[in-house]
């Protein structure tokens, strides 16, 4: 059975960090595309920052130099260290793992795991 759960998420003040952990049971992340996504109410489904079975990494602009997406295959866990929060940054973040795709990595209707989501709050 496929399993994707994040964690890491919280409440941070503007400045802070977060580091959110994305752990598949039933996938070899190592193998997989694994994307992070950002929900806000009202607003469509964002990619935030993404790995590639070939560790090749893509992030959004708002996000470039100040996240880091990385895996650990030993733990079978996708990490995305986020640094410098602002309040934009706000929002319901999921995980989603994909076999390679030549498709964008940050097209979210390409990922077949999806996982629960983890909420990240930043504070001004």
């Known amino acids: 059975q496929v399993q994707v759960v994040e964690s890491g998420g919280g409440s941070v003040q503007a400045g802070g960090s977060l580091r959110l952990s994305c752990t598949a049971s039933g996938l070899n992340v190592g193998r997989l595309d694994v994307g992070w996504f950002r929900q806000v109410p009202g607003k469509e489904r964002q990619g935030v920052s993404c790995?590639?079975?070939?560790?090749?990494?893509n992030y959004a602009d708002s996000v470039m130099g100040r996240f880091t997406i990385d895996r650990d295959s030993a733990k079978n866990t996708v990490y995305l260290q986020m640094n410098s929060l602002q309040p934009e940054d706000t929002g319901l973040y999921y995980c989603a793992a994909r076999p390679w795709d030549s498709a964008h990595c940050l097209d979210s209707t390409t990922y077949s795991y999806w996982g629960q989501g983890t909420q990240v709050t930043v504070s001004s």
């Open positions: 790995i590639g079975a070939t560790r090749v990494t």
